[in-house]
Nanobody, 116 residues
Framework: QVQLVESGGGLVQSGDSLRLSCVASGFTFGNTDMRWVRQAPGKGSEWLSSINSDGDKKYYSTSAKGRFTVSRDNAKNTLYLQMNSLKPEDTAVYYC?????????RGQGTQVTVSS
C-alpha cells in the first residue's frame, strides 16, 4: 500500500534552516508528481510546493518561493524540501502528499517549530 514517511522536522530558531525528507513506497515513485503541504494549529492545509515526476518542473506558493526548494531522488524514492530563513509563521506539521487513485494521500507528517 502507499506509504509516505516524513522526517527532518524539529525545533529551530528564526532564520535557521531545515531539510525535510519523505521516503515513499507502495507506488511507482518515479512516475508520480509529488507535493509538500503543511498544516498549522487550527488552520487548514496549505500547499507549499509541487514537483513533477522527472523533477524538472517545480512550483511554489508565495509563502515558499525564494526560501524553500523542492527536489527529489527517484533512485532513492525520496522527496526533499530544503527550508531556509525559517520564520515563526512557518510553524506547522509538514506533509508530503500525492494523488493516488483519485484521492490525496499523505504521511504522518513531521513537526516544524520555529521560535522567535
Amino acid at each position: 500500500q502507499v506509504q509516505l514517511v516524513e522526517s527532518g522536522g524539529g525545533l529551530v530558531q528564526s532564520g535557521d534552516s531545515l531539510r525535510l525528507s519523505c521516503v515513499a513506497s507502495g507506488f511507482t515513485f518515479g512516475n508520480t508528481d509529488m507535493r509538500w503541504v503543511r498544516q498549522a494549529p487550527g488552520k487548514g492545509s496549505e500547499w507549499l510546493s509541487s514537483i513533477n515526476s522527472d523533477g524538472d518542473k517545480k512550483y511554489y506558493s508565495t509563502s515558499a518561493k525564494g526560501r524553500f526548494t523542492v527536489s527529489r531522488d527517484n533512485a532513492k524514492n525520496t522527496l526533499y524540501l530544503q527550508m531556509n530563513s525559517l520564520k515563526p509563521e512557518d510553524t506547522a506539521v509538514y506533509y508530503c502528499e500525492i494523488t493516488y487513485s483519485g484521492t490525496s494521500r499523505r504521511g504522518q507528517g513531521t513537526q516544524v517549530t520555529v521560535s522567535s
